[in-house]
């Protein structure tokens, strides 16, 4: 036995602690912790299950220490109860697990192999920008490089683009048309299209809503003009990422001497003789389009294929309160598609002036929700949802046809508003898994409002759905915006499946907005957990994404000399702040 050097002071390093019951310490030079080895079994301490023992110190002796493996200043679950007062360590082995209870970082910090969970706020939402007023609807689209398309209405028919990168805003460009009677010389900004080709279109569009969705390196788009036509036109077209807010609704060429038109250039389903309302297919008098969707994909061969869905509905007044219609109206859609797979190639629908396919009925004001769907086989179609009469309808359209087939009602609910589709999104490498769909949506209306949602498993070819888990994540609510509903591949457990699915909403007391977040994990044993994001004067909702990372965007009333303008607010979902 080699020689030790006794102290009658008892040496206990920062960070570490005592062992209980012993008036001396043995200090040895070491230069790891073997060395020390000696001088535990010289003191009866079995290192393998004692928590403070013999270690060789930053000093390099032998010295008392609790132990510490990752040397993250937080001791191994073994010293529960010798080290009052210290952090314990759910997972001694791992630097990025170091608490024994859960925060806010994306680790698993408490070793239940849940991520996150528990009433945990995310990084407060920061100012982007102060908006000249503060405008009366906003929607967004997520591109595939991760660059966010922003379109804000003010009310009076103006829309205004915004491009999103890096969670900074661009400037504000007007949301404008190049039609066949736009391309005049001296026309700075293109004017609402005419049909007449000798006419030069001068006055503006006016916008009552916009939906936009992107696929290769295109945006696409789907409004609502009422110049012209008050109850509402349907205008669709396309963009590109260079100039995302200037809207084709053609081709031109020969620098501008010619022009490809589309085959809905003025208007969806309108009379051809004349500039007339969307709806001259239909029965009944009713004119006009209000709430529409879209989404958009790239196929198998390169080409873009999308889908739009409206309601067959005047457009004014405007319907800025989601809740019942005085009698239903039917949900139309269309298919379309790009003529060729150049880049100015024209986008047409697929029925002949855009007659519309008839998918359901509706008596809720707020618009259908349209997802792209990849299935195992990696054939692309389009789910639609909606507020049926007493249920949540769901219809599918393959890439192949484009043609809507109904699933009829999925979840009954007897008021249904403002329903939300998102599609899981895949993991890196996980092409052979069959994502999964969700839906959220309001029940009820006003004060007393549920939020609900229902996760559903889909059939190969999307021929069929069913409901594998639903919830309802708040009884009783004045909801005033949202939901929304995003989904993460990961970021929600440590074991597979390790993704989930993000529902926010704005709701109010009376008094003040509230801002709420409920994550779902895919692990159905996972109870859901509920967040604050903050409360303001929170007005328009809408989601965001950056790589893993969920986000989240809103308009809150201005300050002092702002108050009559909106202050553009982006936030994250995720504890990881996205870049």
């Known amino acids: 036995m080699r020689p030790h050097l006794l102290l009658a002071a008892l040496l206990v390093p920062a960070g570490a602690c005592s062992l209980m019951g012993l008036d001396e310490i043995a200090v040895e030079p070491c230069s790891d912790d073997a060395d020390c080895a000696q001088v535990n079994r010289d003191n009866g301490i079995d290192v393998a299950s004692a928590c403070t023992a013999y270690r060789c110190a930053g000093s390099k002796l032998c010295e008392l220490a609790a132990l510490d493996k990752d040397g993250d200043h937080a001791f191994a679950p073994i010293c529960r109860g010798e080290v009052p007062d ?8 791992d630097l990025e697990r170091a ?5 806010c970082d994306g ?6 192999a849940r991520i996150d969970e528990g009433e945990l706020v995310p990084p407060p939402p920061q100012p982007a920008d102060v908006l000249p007023s503060m405008p009366a609807w906003a929607s967004y689209a997520q591109t595939a490089s991760d660059t966010g398309l922003l379109v804000l209405g003010d009310g009076h028919g103006v829309a205004t683009g915004r491009v999103l990168t890096a969670g900074k805003l661009g400037e504000g460009t007007d949301l404008s048309y190049v039609s066949r009677s736009g391309l005049a010389p001296e026309i700075e900004a293109p004017g609402c299209p005419e049909q007449d080709p000798e006419k030069i279109a001068v006055d503006p569009c006016l916008f009552s809503s916009v939906a936009l969705a992107s696929a290769a390196q295109r945006v696409l788009y789907a409004t609502i003009n009422t110049r012209g036509c008050t109850p509402g036109q349907l205008r669709v077209g396309l963009a590109d990422l260079q100039s995302p807010f200037t809207v084709r609704l053609g081709t031109p060429s020969n620098q501008n001497q010619t022009w490809t038109s589309s085959n809905v250039e003025f208007g969806v389903d309108i009379d051809p003789t004349q500039m007339d309302c969307t709806g001259a297919s239909r029965d009944s008098d009713e004119r006009g389009a209000a709430a529409p969707a879209i989404a958009a994909a790239s196929v198998a061969d390169g080409e873009v294929r999308a889908f739009a869905a409206w309601l067959a509905t005047s457009a004014t007044p405007a319907l800025d309160d989601e809740c019942a219609l005085p009698a239903a109206v039917d949900v139309e859609a269309i298919g379309l ?9 024209p986008l047409d629908a697929t029925t002949a002036g855009g007659k519309p396919q008839r998918i359901g009925r509706s008596a809720s004001r707020s618009p259908p929700s349209i997802a792209a769907w990849p299935d195992r086989e990696q054939a692309l179609g389009f789910f639609v949802a909606h507020a049926a009469e007493d249920s949540i309808a769901l219809a599918f359209a393959p890439h192949e046809t484009l043609d809507a087939a109904s699933l ?4 009954g609910d007897p008021d249904p508003h403002h329903v939300v589709l998102a599609v899981a999104q895949r993991s890196p490498g996980a092409a052979d898994e069959a994502p999964e769909l969700a839906l959220a949506w309001r029940s009820g209306c006003h004060e007393r409002t549920a939020i609900r ?11 069929s759905v069913s409901v594998v888990q639903e919830l309802t994540l708040r009884s009783e609510a004045t909801v005033l915006a949202g939901p929304l509903l995003l989904h993460a591949h990961k970021g929600f457990s440590v074991d597979s499946p390790q993704g989930g699915w993000v529902v926010l909403w704005v709701e109010t007391d009376g008094s003040e907005r509230r801002m709420i977040s409920v994550r779902i994990a895919e692990a159905a044993s996972m109870a859901p957990d509920t ?6 004067d929170i007005g328009l909702i809408f989601p965001r994404r950056a790589g893993t ?13 702002e108050r009559d303008r909106g202050v553009l607010m982006l936030g994250d979902v995720s504890c990881v702040a996205s870049p």
């Open 86 to 93: 210290q952090r314990i360590d759910c997972d001694d082995n």
């Open 99 to 103: 608490r024994d209870d859960e925060i």
């Open 107 to 112: 680790f698993d910090n408490d070793c239940d």
């Open 337 to 345: 598609r790009l003529r060729g797979s150049e880049p100015s190639a």
């Open 408 to 411: 009829g009602a999925v979840v």
């Open 453 to 463: 949602v229902a996760r559903l498993s889909v059939a190969p070819g999307g021929k």
């Open 531 to 536: 967040s604050e994001l903050g409360s303001s």
């Open 549 to 561: 990372s969920l986000g989240y965007g809103f308009v809150r009333g201005g300050a002092d000399e």
